[in-house]
């Protein structure tokens, strides 16, 4: 079955250590999507990617960053510059850039750092 | 503040009735969203409205669109204790914005057996 898996569930980390989330896609999506979500909370973009090789800034990039070397692989690390790491994170892709496009989601990382 | 702002915040029905759910936003768009999110899980994709459109039906979810007033509302039907979950709508900024989407916070739904 095609879909977004994002691994781990749950992770767990101690102040100032980067951390990365991994989010793997084989529904061969070019776009690629990272929000927050915090409790009781929408979700707040972190980064995006339209094509390989390519990603811009969401409205919360800072202490985040991103890379997209393969179309599947869209990983996400939480530097220790994150001043608020604790969250669940989303992962999703889109099938093309055109907007349009609905968004699939991952079920997500929930991060802890203590 | 957010584009999308959903209300109520939260809503208790009994199964069997119908709920309503609403959106409102701030800027033009090019197509309005609905999602939802069971707890703990990713966000599922349930319908989306162009700007160009009034009203559109999927299986029990009807949605409507007033782009004059800037609102939305997603209205689901005979409602099931399944239908527990989050319920967001998602903005595009309108323009060439490429998939871009902004979410609400997003209303609660619990559906009593």
């Known amino acids: 079955d095609g879909g977004i898996t994002q691994s781990p569930k749950y992770l767990f980390r101690k102040e100032g250590q980067n951390v990365t989330l991994s989010c793997e896609q084989n529904?061969?999506?070019?776009?690629m999507y990272w929000y927050r979500q915090d409790p009781g909370q929408g979700l707040r973009l972190i980064y995006y990617?339209?094509?390989?090789?390519?990603?811009q800034k969401g409205d919360i990039a800072e202490g985040y960053s991103v890379s997209r070397e393969k179309k599947e692989s869209f990983p996400l690390t939480v530097t220790s510059a994150q001043k608020n790491p604790t969250a669940f994170y989303l992962c999703?892709?889109?099938?093309?850039?055109?907007?349009?496009?609905?968004?699939?989601f991952g079920n997500g990382t929930r991060l802890t750092v203590t | 503040s957010q584009q999308g702002e959903e209300d109520p915040q939260a809503l208790s029905i009994q199964e069997g009735e119908n709920a309503t759910m609403n959106c409102s936003y701030k800027?033009?768009?090019?197509?309005l969203q609905w999602y939802r999110q069971n707890s703990g899980r990713g966000l599922v994709h349930l319908i989306l409205?162009?700007?160009?459109?009034r009203e559109k039906h999927s299986g029990r979810l009807r949605v409507t669109l007033d782009t004059s007033k800037k609102s939305s509302s997603l209205l689901i039907t005979a409602s099931r204790a399944a239908d527990t979950a989050s319920y967001f709508c998602?903005?595009?900024?309108?323009?060439?914005?490429?998939?871009?989407?902004?979410f609400g916070q997003g209303t609660i739904l619990t559906v009593h057996p």
């Open positions: 999703a892709s889109s099938i093309s850039r055109d907007i349009r496009s609905p968004l699939h």
């Open positions: 529904l061969n999506h070019d776009a």
């Open positions: 990617s339209q094509i390989v090789n390519d990603f």
């Open positions: 800027t033009s768009i090019n197509n």
């Open positions: 409205i162009r700007s160009n459109e």
């Open positions: 998602a903005t595009d900024a309108g323009g060439t914005s490429y998939g871009k989407l902004t």
